[in-house]
């Protein structure tokens, strides 16, 4: 490995600082907007005509396969590393990791570590992104996406990541990874296969990312005193790839694994474990004993 390749991260939260002005935005594209929206209203549309056209096993097979490779972009990718960089990858091996997650519809990797960052330095308060106890369960759930609200992004939390000129690209041209994804479930299957491994599995996708910032905020329990109202959910965990350990990860933003017993599913990390040990990542951090056991004082802002 190169060492020039090699990215080096720093910790969010050194890069993050508080402020009380409004923070600094990138430049809106209408286009984008327009495209959110109404992707989405079809998203649902086209979801609802599937299950009416019917499906076989095959192309259920897609939309699972589409479904989870797609979660682990969002889960494995845009969360655990550009959002808390739990690991260490190559620079080109992190463009092909941010290209998988624009697949998933769900905007760019800087994008959404933006929002994701600031969901964990104000969780539950006025200022965070979507909270339940905040603004309902819907708004937390789907309202702060489709609002006008959050959908510039806050560049004050990522300058790490927007130093790289190509995931700024991917973040403006998300779509070319959307439209790709549609091309290749297209090219399977033609217009079921577009049905079913795109538009019924992004649909699920949304609404299982979404759960995250709704129902593991409101349903399961609390290992951990953490200042928000983040829980545990074995349920949330599976359809999630181990997301649903959502108080532990309140707890400690900064490990890999959010599963932090043998029993607590964690599909992402298995995953990552592989990758690692093909050498395509490292250095990926696990939360220390002390902190597992919760006898140090660690709250949502533990790095
Ligand atoms: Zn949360
Ligand atoms: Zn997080």
């Known amino acids: ?21 409004a923070p600094p935005k990138a ?27 019917g499906a076989d096993f095959g192309l ?29 990858t190559s620079r080109v091996f992190q463009f092909l990791l ?7 519809t769900q905007k760019g990797a800087i994008w959404w570590a933006s929002a994701h960052r600031r969901h964990h330095k104000y969780s539950d308060t006025e200022k965070d992104v979507h909270s339940p106890k905040q603004r ?5 759930h789907m309202g702060w996406w489709l609002g ?13 990541l ?30 079921d296969g577009f049905l079913w491994g795109y538009v019924v599995s992004t649909c699920f ?13 409101v349903y399961g329990s609390r290992r951990y005193e953490t200042t928000d109202t983040s829980r545990n959910n074995f349920w949330l965990a599976l359809i999630t790839m181990g997301e649903g350990w959502h108080n532990n990860h309140h707890h400690y933003m900064s490990s890999a694994n959010q599963g932090f017993y043998w029993w607590e599913i964690d599909m992402s990390y298995y995953i990552l474990k592989g990758l690692e040990k093909v050498g395509l990542i490292w250095d990926v951090r696990k939360a220390p004993a002390h902190i597992v056991e919760g006898t140090a004082t660690s709250t949502s802002a533990a790095a």
């Open 148 to 160: 006008r609200e959050h959908e510039e992004t806050d560049t004050s939390q990522v300058r790490d």
């Open 1 to 21: 490995m190169n060492q020039a390749d090699v990215v080096e991260v720093e910790s969010p939260l050194t890069i993050q600082s508080p402020r009380e002005t």
């Open 98 to 104: 941010a290209l998988l997650g624009t697949s998933a």
């Open 60 to 88: 259920v097979a897609m939309a699972v396969a589409f479904y989870f490779v797609r979660m682990f972009a969002i889960t494995g990718v845009y969360h655990r590393y550009f959002s808390h960089r739990t690991y260490k």
């Open 27 to 53: 430049a809106g594209n209408s286009f984008h907007r327009t495209f959110d929206r109404i992707g989405i209203a079809l998203i649902h549309i086209g979801t609802v005509y599937a299950f009416y056209r």
């Open 136 to 140: 309902g369960f819907w708004y937390a």
């Open 162 to 191: 927007t130093k790289f000129p190509e995931l700024v690209f991917l973040d403006k041209w998300y779509v070319l990874g959307v439209f790709a994804c549609m091309g290749i479930a297209a090219a399977i299957r033609g217009f």
């Open 205 to 217: 996708l949304m609404h299982g990312t979404f759960t995250i910032n709704s129902l593991a905020h």
